[in-house]
């Protein structure tokens, strides 16, 4: 599939990007590291707040990548920037949307919580190193706060979560994770191909849950 702009349009988007809120992407990756910590503490104790606040502070990151990244920057080289930043913006209000249900506490078993470590640490640690390994170079590189780093990096949040993400949450990261994916083929962005592998291990996990919440509510 032929796409309306180049490779070499594609990764100025990046530098443009990059170098225009600077500093801003330090900051990203300090609240992410919040956000991941609210919610192994939301885990740990059962918390519903503290699984509001990591959903919260999730919500804010997909309205930055939205409004920020694709509407600002990226619809600069195609429209299409326009139709992502939508999907993206009704992400964080799809999130926000989540957190007014009590849903139900299903803790993270030990074995998912450190897959949704690998996952995070993925997203924020061997991204871009995979992408320095593969010839990108700052500042034309996804940085975190971009979709696709954005994008695995929900999906680790969604497995640590011990509360219950509904299925209208998930569709949108999983849309991304198909759509995003292409970059790795057309322009050799190849560390973005653990957005499938990151979405596939989000599905089993929450279906596992999911299904763990039934038998509970069952037993009861």
Same mark, same amino acid.
């Given at each position: ?28 990756n ?20 503290w ?11 997909w309205?930055?990548t939205?409004i ?5 920057? =990226?619809?600069?080289? /195609? ?7 939508? #999907?993206? $913006? %009704?992400? +964080?209000? *799809? @999130?926000l949307?989540?957190?007014w249900?009590n849903?139900? =506490?299903?803790?993270? /078993? ?7 470590? #690998?996952? $995070? %640490?993925? +997203?924020? *640690? @061997?991204?871009p190193?995979?992408?320095?390994v ?12 971009a979709?696709?780093p ?7 949040v ?23 994916s ?39």
């Open positions: 599939m032929d796409l309306p702009f180049t490779a070499e349009q594609f990764f100025d988007v990046f530098r443009h990007y990059n170098e225009s809120v600077w500093p801003a992407q330090l900051a990203l300090v609240i992410a590291l919040i956000m991941a910590a609210a919610a192994y503490r939301a885990n740990a104790r059962r918390s519903w707040r699984a509001q606040a990591a959903i919260v502070l999730l919500a804010a990151l309205l930055w939205g920020i990244y694709f509407k600002t920057f =990226f619809a600069s080289i /195609t429209p299409a920037g326009q139709i992502f930043g939508s #999907l993206f $913006i %009704a992400e +964080a209000g *799809l @999130l949307l989540s957190t249900q849903g139900s =506490f299903v803790p993270a /078993t030990r074995s998912n919580t450190v897959v949704a470590a #690998l996952v $995070i %640490a993925y +997203a924020l *640690l @061997l991204y190193m995979l992408g320095f593969l010839g990108q170079r700052y500042p034309a590189v996804p940085t975190f706060g979709p696709c954005t994008v695995i990096f929900t999906f680790g969604f497995c640590l979560l011990p509360v219950s993400i509904p299925r209208f949450a998930i569709a949108i990261p999983v849309l991304w994770a198909l759509i995003g292409y970059a790795a083929f057309g322009f050799r962005v190849h560390e973005d191909l653990g957005m499938i592998v990151a979405a596939i291990t989000a599905i089993v996990v929450i279906h596992h849950a999911t299904h763990r919440t039934r038998v509970a509510r069952l037993a009861v």
